[in-house]
């Protein structure tokens, strides 16, 4: 994979007062893919998960019609950056027939497993967004395996691995009442349908912290000789409406449920003009990555102010490097 870096980008991460380093390093390319590069009439395109297929970079890339509507289509590009191959009939479209996606699907995330490719995404049903699975072996053909969890739920990914002969998923329920917050959650199952053994790893923190009130994962996590590299989203509210910035925790490579480190400081943020003018300004969301050939550095993928996509590069022994000297501070019981 060919990495292009924007070294003039200006954006930073202070990390110990005077010494400022940048660890995500956003592309000249940026937006690398808009509404004005998709047939038909589209409103906006982001949120796209990664793969590599058949040598190349896979994004499955969250389109929306002027109808408000998403679906999910496959683009394909030699380097990851340029030069986007676009079917408009390759794809996962909604079945706005059934309850999980009546009002569109969105926001997917893949896990590849040999070589099958696991999909997990967002369905916008009559009772709220739920988490939904389809399985692919080529990104043409698709084979739905419905709802995994009830509403409210999103922000899921699958690990590559199982542990103890169970699957693993990050996901994001939405519980209501003072004081609620919405966590990240890991749950279990034996079969990809029943899950069970939930419980918070990361829980959102109170008051002044970027992190906040709401927190949700990014991409799917990244094994790494640390432990599972996880970088998610904190949402805040400002008066200026809510930010969504970037976090990295670190979970343990033999079980997901311990947290081993988690950043104290955001590490990504929206600073250029295609991430603060948009459908919703003030907004990076990723929800997927690919590292190298040599698996030094990652390549994120994520929508800007809910409007077009973008790629940022960064080292992945300087992520591990960062969430790693943060003391672990959690929310008060």
């Not at 870096?5 to 592309?27: A, H, K």
């Not at 893919?33 to 409103?43: K, Q, Y």
């Not at 019609?65 to 909604?94: A, E, H, Y």
């Not at 003018?277 to 550095?297: I, M, Q, R």
Request: charged residues 20%; aromatic residues 10%; glycine residues 10%.
């Amino acid at each position: 994979m060919n990495t292009i870096i924007n070294t003039s980008s200006r954006y930073s991460d202070n990390l110990n007062g005077n010494v400022e380093t940048r660890m995500f390093i956003r592309n000249e390319h940026n937006p690398i893919l808009s509404a004005r590069d998709f047939p038909g009439i589209v409103n906006a395109v982001f949120n796209a998960g990664a793969a590599r297929y058949n040598g190349q970079t896979l994004l499955m890339v969250r389109v929306e019609d002027r109808s408000g509507l998403s679906k999910l289509m496959v683009v394909v590009s030699d380097d990851g950056v340029t030069n986007w191959q676009i079917d408009p009939d390759r794809g996962l479209f909604p079945d706005i027939n059934s309850f999980e996606e009546r009002w569109g699907i969105e926001d997917p995330r893949i896990t590849q497993v040999g070589d099958v490719y696991y999909i997990t995404y967002t369905g916008f049903s009559e009772a709220g967004p739920l988490i939904c699975l389809a399985v692919t072996r080529d990104f043409v053909d698709f084979e739905r395996r419905g709802m995994l969890l009830p509403p409210e739920d999103k922000n899921s990914a699958l690990f590559p691995v199982q542990f103890d002969g169970r699957w693993a998923l990050i996901h994001r329920p939405s519980a209501y009442g003072p004081n609620s917050g919405a966590h990240i959650w890991l749950s279990y199952s034996p079969d990809l349908k029943h899950w069970g053994d939930g419980r918070v790893i990361i829980p959102a923190r109170e008051g002044g912290w970027w992190d906040a009130n709401k927190v949700g994962i990014g991409p799917p996590p990244l094994l790494t000789r640390q432990g599972w590299l996880v970088c998610y989203h904190g949402v805040r509210q400002t008066a200026a409406g809510h930010r969504y910035r970037l976090g990295l925790a670190l979970l343990s490579a033999r079980d997901p449920g311990v947290v081993l480190a988690r950043s104290n400081e955001w590490v990504f943020g929206a600073y250029e003009s295609y991430e603060q003018t948009g459908d919703v300004p003030g907004v990076v969301f990723p929800c997927g990555w690919l590292l190298s050939e040599d698996g030094a550095y990652v390549n994120m993928y994520y929508g800007a102010a809910d409007t077009s996509l973008c790629v940022a590069t960064a080292e992945v022994q300087r992520l591990l490097d960062h969430v790693q000297r943060h003391p672990l501070v959690q929310p008060r019981s």
